[in-house]
Nanobody, 118 residues
């Protein structure tokens, strides 16, 4: 069992930056790939970024490639999403996920709201 708690969301102007954090409970954090997904109002949840168990492999949605960076610190049981050059279309609830690389199964956090204003 893994419990995930996201933080770091908020309101930011277009072009700005935010860093999301996801803290995981449990001693098995390092065995999981970690993912970030997001869901905008009226839209389905979509994949944003993934990182494998040791941080050696990452993957990004085309819409965020070059602007977002996923990283993890297994000693702190935490995964991060650094978001730069934010756009209005990045507005969504961002969810942390622990499970398989790039897939939506496994464990979910409660989500954190990111709002980008123009």
């Amino acid at each position: 069992q893994v419990q995930l708690v996201e933080s770091g969301g908020g309101l930011v102007q277009a072009g700005g930056s935010l860093r999301l954090s996801c803290a995981a409970s449990g001693r098995t954090f390092s065995i999981y790939a970690m993912n970030w997904f997001r869901q905008a109002p009226g839209k389905e949840r979509e994949f944003v970024a993934a990182i494998n168990w040791n941080g050696g492999i990452t993957s990004y949605a085309d819409s965020v490639k070059g602007r977002f960076t996923i990283s993890r610190d297994n000693a702190k049981n935490t995964v991060y999403l650094q978001m730069n050059s934010l756009k209005r279309e990045d507005t969504a609830v961002y969810y942390c996920n622990a499970g398989k690389f790039g897939q939506s199964g496994g464990y979910w956090g409660q989500g954190t709201q990111v709002t980008v204003s123009s």
